[in-house]
Every structure is written in structure tokens, then in C-alpha cells.
């Protein structure tokens, strides 16, 4: 059935370094996608909603210049996290609108960002 | 801010019991899902209430909505090892083509063998 994948699962960078992750939606099409924090044993914060072919919203408090968000295609969004420092250390999450049922959505199975 | 307030945190029972979740939210809503995460993976959708409906089923799984009282529970009968994992219910204010989700802290079920 349809699912969401993400690239890379894992990813060790240094302080400074950006860092790309990549969702995709698998045999569905995708004209919104949803980015979410998760901080250990901590709920998911929604960081920004993806538009394709438009900007990003951002969420309150998500500085967009840091989190650059990027939906080039209607099965890829793309999360940049630049300049990354320890602080940005976490599980990264997104997930699309099941289709056919706008209000349920797949997630993809999560990045986990080390930065050291 | 968090909308959704689950309780237990923690519940640890014993497989074939039932495992009662709770979760309590502030504003108004469209609906409300809840949302089953295995340690360090994605989330699956479980089950949607929308905000008309009093309580569904599926499999296992009953969830109950009281919005006099903005409360949900997840009901899961007949545990079995394989239901360990974290529970989230999030909410959704608006639905549709404007839907997005608010989590709740989640709760840490354990079903012992």
C-alpha cells in the first residue's frame, strides 16, 4: 500500500555542516507535506507544512532560514537543516495526507539527526 | 503549546488485559486521531473520531469522545505483547484540506508476556 519513506534514517554530521533529509510519498501524490520535531520520549512538534510549488509555512518559533523546506515535486519534500549544532540533535519526522482521507495522514518512519 | 494532555504517561499491564488511554485537549476541534509509534519509528494511524461522534470501533481498539468535557479514550482489549509501544492522540481543529495535527505527550504502554 501506499507509504512514506525518508532518506537517510540516520545521519551523524558536525557542528556547522548542513544537512538534507528527503520524504517521499510512494505511489501517491502529495501536494501537502508535514515536517515534525521529536525530542526523546517527548511528543511531535509540527515544525512546518509543505506546499508544492509554493513556500513552506512555518510553524511559530520554526525559523525558516534554518530549517529550509523545499517541495520541488508532488512526491518529494526536502528538509534542510543548515548550519546544524548539537541543539538541533533529534527525530526528524514527516508524513502526507493518506489520499481519499485528507484528515489522517502516513508518516514516514523518521530521520534520527546527530549532530556533534 | 500542547493540545493534547494523554493520561497515564506510563501503563504497564499484563497481556490479555485491557489498556485504557486518556487524553484531554483545550480547544475546540474537527476531530481526533490517535496514533500508535513503535520505539524509534514512524507513526500509524490508528483510529479517527470526529468531533459529531460519541464513540468507534475498530479491531481491538474503542475510542470514546466527550467534547463537553475536550476528552478521548483509546480502549485496547485483549492486550497482547506485540501492542507495546507509545500512544499519541493529536487533534485536529479544522480537518479537511486544512488539516493539521497537534500531539499530545504520548503514553508509554508496556504488555507483559
Known amino acids: 500500500g501506499a507509504v512514506v519513506s525518508q532518506h537517510p534514517s540516520r545521519v551523524i554530521c558536525k557542528s556547522g555542516t548542513s544537512v538534507k533529509i528527503e520524504c517521499r510519498s510512494l505511489d501517491f501524490q502529495a501536494t501537502t507535506m508535514f515536517w515534525y520535531r521529536q525530542f526523546p520520549k517527548k511528543s511531535l512538534m509540527l515544525m512546518a507544512t509543505s506546499n508544492e510549488g509554493s513556500k513552506a509555512t512555518y510553524e511559530q518559533g520554526v525559523e525558516k532560514d534554518k530549517f529550509l523546506i523545499n517541495h520541488a515535486s508532488l512526491t518529494l519534500s526536502t528538509l534542510t537543516v543548515t548550519s546544524a549544532h548539537p541543539e538541533d540533535s533529534s527525530f526528524y519526522i514527516c508524513?502526507?495526507?493518506?489520499?481519499?482521507?485528507?484528515?489522517?495522514?502516513?508518516f514516514g518512519p523518521g530521520t534520527r539527526l546527530t549532530v556533534l | 503549546s500542547q493540545q493534547g494532555e494523554e493520561d497515564p504517561q506510563a501503563l504497564s499491564i499484563q497481556e490479555g488485559e485491557n489498556a485504557t488511554m486518556n487524553c484531554s485537549y483545550k480547544t475546540s476541534i474537527n476531530n481526533l486521531q490517535w496514533y500508535r509509534q513503535n520505539s524509534g519509528r514512524g507513526l500509524v494511524h490508528l483510529i479517527l473520531i470526529r468531533s459529531n461522534e460519541r464513540e468507534k470501533h475498530s479491531g481491538r481498539l474503542r475510542v470514546t469522545l466527550d467534547t463537553s468535557k475536550k476528552s478521548s479514550s483509546l480502549l485496547i482489549t485483549a492486550s497482547r505483547a506485540a501492542d507495546t509501544a507509545s500512544y499519541f492522540c493529536?487533534?485536529?481543529?479544522?480537518?479537511?484540506?486544512?488539516?493539521?495535527?497537534?500531539f499530545g505527550k504520548g503514553i508509554t504502554l508496556s504488555v507483559r508476556p
Open positions: 493529536a487533534t485536529d481543529a479544522r480537518g479537511g484540506a486544512n488539516s493539521k495535527l497537534t
Open positions: 508524513s502526507a495526507p493518506i489520499p481519499a482521507s485528507t484528515d489522517t495522514q502516513y
